[in-house]
């Protein structure tokens, strides 16, 4: 939790008003976003490209999984390595109200999830997801 807002750490920063309104949009955001709230994940890999991730992945056990920033402008990817050793990446839309940030959604499914960990536990029984066990290694 961050203590000076006492919000989850993994949740996108929210509008300072405490605006509590529930409706969404699922229009891709527009606004930059910053991504400092996923720093210390052991899966978030800012530095990543979809280059780098696959190389990583590659010397990973299968489920082996990174999120990365996407190259869609405000976008996350979910990288992982599957079964069949491929190596498969998903978007994650960041989905604002208004100039608010409200939660997450991967490959513009409509379910929208506040935190990045809310959608990974979601998707994980389907797809075996394996988090990292440090910056830069392997699945375990």
Known sequence: RDRSTDRPTDRPPTDPTGDKETTTSTEPCTNRMSFDHLTGKPWFRPEYTRQAAERML???????????PSSTPDCLALSQKSDDGE??????????????????????????????????KRVQPKTKLVAPTAPGGGGG
């Open 58 to 68: 590659h010397a990973s056990p299968v489920g082996t999984f990174v999120i990365r």
């Open 87 to 120: 190596i498969f990446h998903a978007r994650i839309l960041c989905i604002r109200r208004g100039n608010q940030y409200v939660g997450y959604s991967i490959g513009g499914d409509s379910e929208v999830f506040q935190t990045v960990d809310a959608l990974l």
